[in-house]
């Protein structure tokens, strides 16, 4: 049986009566555009994680890289991301055709803090903005401009606990299933894990910007 809590916060007065106090810098930080200080961040960042929902709820998080400066900053208030070739499935397209709603968490290595971005989502095919973020000469099919409405700096307090910038500090890997593994499992699809493994290096070693 799933676990049931037994305490269930339902108001934000409930959470402020324990934890209260909010600095006025906190309210004022939030921008409804790119800024100088966000605009060198994003231009920095070779990852981010993309959030999306559909119209009944169901949210998904996408993980997005490529090298840094491969987000564009068509003005203060427009963002373009590549769309890569990858597993086909199109959750995020799915999500942001139904609701147009995006959240964007830019990462920069050895930094930590993180670049917050929410706002909505449309998916183009407009040849000229596809053209600018074209890698090893593989145009991407696809790009989401991303409309800002909400855009700042969020505290580094995550990544300093998580030590994720510190790899020699890091739990050890043994053990965890590689995806083969995982995939083989779960998938049921008639593969072998050693052609599902073969089929994975492949796509590492040559689909990173060809399908």
Not at 166 to 182: H, I, M, N
């Amino acid at each position: 049986m799933s676990y049931k809590p037994q305490t269930v916060l339902t108001t934000i007065d409930e959470v402020r009566s324990v934890i209260d106090g909010i600095h006025e810098a906190q309210k004022l930080k939030v921008l409804d555009h790119i800024d100088t200080h966000c605009r060198v961040w994003i231009e920095r960042s070779p990852f981010l994680v993309m959030s999306t929902v559909d119209a009944q709820g169901n949210l998904d998080a996408s993980p997005k890289g490529d090298p840094a400066g491969f987000v564009k900053v068509v003005d203060r208030k427009t963002l373009a991301i590549p769309d890569r070739p990858g597993n086909h499935r199109f959750d995020s397209f799915q999500n942001i055709l139904q609701t147009g709603r995006i959240g964007l968490v830019f990462m920069v290595p050895n930094r930590n803090e993180v670049v917050r971005v929410n706002g909505s989502a449309q998916i183009t095919r407009d040849a000229a903005l596809r053209k600018i973020m074209a890698i090893k000469g593989r145009v991407p099919d696809f790009a989401i401009v991303v409309h800002v409405e909400e855009a700042f700096y969020h505290c580094g307090k995550a990544i300093i606990r998580s030590k994720l910038w510190a790899p020699d500090q890091a739990a050890p890997v043994d053990g965890l299933p590689t995806y083969g593994e995982a995939l083989f499992a779960q998938s049921k699809s008639g593969l072998t894990r050693e052609e599902i493994e073969t089929r994975l290096q492949h796509n590492d070693t040559n689909r990173l910007y060809d399908e």
